[in-house]
């Protein structure tokens, strides 16, 4: 016959194993293991190596309109190289951009010309006007009247009260040019080289495409941006 105390002892055992399942189990629910056995470690997804994006195609000549007999050229007009501009001639940005484009001129002789587009922005209160002021020193003295008014207006400023004087000063019949400029003839055109700078991607100005005559490849220079990074356009379409 056991003594109590062995009963008690025996008990005190029995109680220990239990505790000791009852321990094992809680483990194995809390690390996800099997009862007894070690938990494996879940390894880690690596994240991949960042490598640069490649580089953006030259995109093609798509969307652009095609120069044609109502557009201005200034240079030569066999160039290989085309400057298409859409300006706002009472834009500060157009006004710091234009002496950039007559260096280009002169630095890349027949190589390159020269067309400008309007596109005045509606919160330039003489901007429009200016743009028809344009067309019209083009009808009545030609191509070089166009770019003589377009020279003058930024050097002096865009001032509706003063085109009648511009246009005096490089020599045309001023009652004759303020007569084509209040009559708003030169409206519509202008807004359609607007619309025609919209859907080439322009989205203010100076918006500046660079087009290969050849190749029909073109390099965007947006804004009053420096000689180099013109050149740097010119020279990547040229090879």
Not at 34 to 45: L, Q, S
Not at 53 to 75: N, Q
Request: some cysteine.
């Amino acid at each position: 016959m056991s003594t109590p105390q062995q009963e008690t002892k025996m008990w005190f055992g029995i109680a220990m194993v239990l505790v000791g399942i009852l321990v094992g189990f809680a483990a194995s629910k809390m690390t996800g293991a099997p009862v007894g056995k070690t938990p494996t470690a879940v390894p880690t997804a690596q994240q991949p190596t960042p490598t640069a994006p490649a580089e953006d195609p030259v995109p093609e000549y798509a969307d652009i309109k095609a120069v044609d007999a109502t557009d201005h050229i200034r240079g030569n007009a066999d160039a290989t190289i085309t400057i298409l501009e859409y300006s706002d001639l009472e834009c500060p940005f157009c006004a710091r951009v234009h002496p950039t484009i007559k260096q280009l001129l002169e630095d890349y002789g027949d190589k390159v010309n020269w067309v400008y587009r309007h596109y005045p922005l509606s919160f330039h209160a003489n901007a429009q006007k200016s743009a028809e002021a344009s067309e019209c020193a083009a009808e009545l003295g030609g191509n070089d009247k166009f770019w003589a008014m377009v020279d003058m207006i930024y050097e002096k400023g865009a001032d509706n009260t003063q085109l009648g004087t511009y246009a005096k000063e490089i020599g045309l019949n001023q009652t004759a040019f303020q007569t084509c400029v209040d009559s708003g003839k030169y409206a519509t055109k202008t807004a359609e080289m607007m619309q025609s700078g919209t859907k080439a991607g322009i989205q203010g100005t100076p918006g500046n495409l660079i087009i290969n005559n050849k190749t029909k490849k073109v390099a965007v220079v947006s804004g009053a941006q420096p000689l180099e990074n013109f050149k740097t356009a010119i020279d990547g379409l040229l090879k």
